[in-house]
């Protein structure tokens, strides 16, 4: 199992940027997914998750309106557009696999996530 992600970099306060995460080694399609940060000297905690099919998503309240998950099966592929970013957005994004189709969901349990990417930095300063 490979997740790789890319897209982060620094952008200024109200700008955007849209999140990539490569996912290999397994039926992505199959698998519920989640994005998580993480900051310096802050726990990691969960911005955004979808499920298998895409039909059902969950955020973190600090991010809802702003952000936007979501998958594309046939590119087994995981994105995360962020629009109006703020300095506190600043954190290294993780993507995660969930818990695979058929089972129920528990989006903010870490211990539910089996296999984490390396993550990529998000800058936002003016």
């Known amino acids: 199992v490979q997740l790789v992600e890319s897209g982060g970099g620094l952008v200024q306060p109200g700008g955007s940027l849209r999140l990539s995460c490569a996912a290999s080694?397994?039926?992505?399609?199959?698998?519920?997914m989640s994005w998580y940060r993480q900051a310096p000297g802050k726990e990691r905690e969960l911005v955004a998750a979808?499920?298998?099919?895409?039909?059902?998503?969950n955020y973190a309240d600090s991010v809802k309106g702003r952000f936007t998950i979501s998958r594309d099966n046939a590119k087994n592929t995981l994105y995360l557009q962020m629009n109006s970013l703020k300095p506190e957005d600043a954190a290294v994004y993780i993507c995660?696999?969930?818990?695979?189709?058929?089972?129920?969901?528990?989006?903010?349990?870490?211990?539910?996530?089996?296999?984490w990417g390396q993550g990529t930095q998000v800058n936002v300063s003016s």
């Open positions: 995660a696999r969930g818990q695979p189709a058929g089972t129920i969901w528990y989006p903010s349990d870490l211990h539910r996530y089996d296999y």
């Open positions: 080694g397994f039926t992505f399609s199959s698998y519920a």
């Open positions: 979808i499920i298998s099919t895409g039909g059902i998503t």
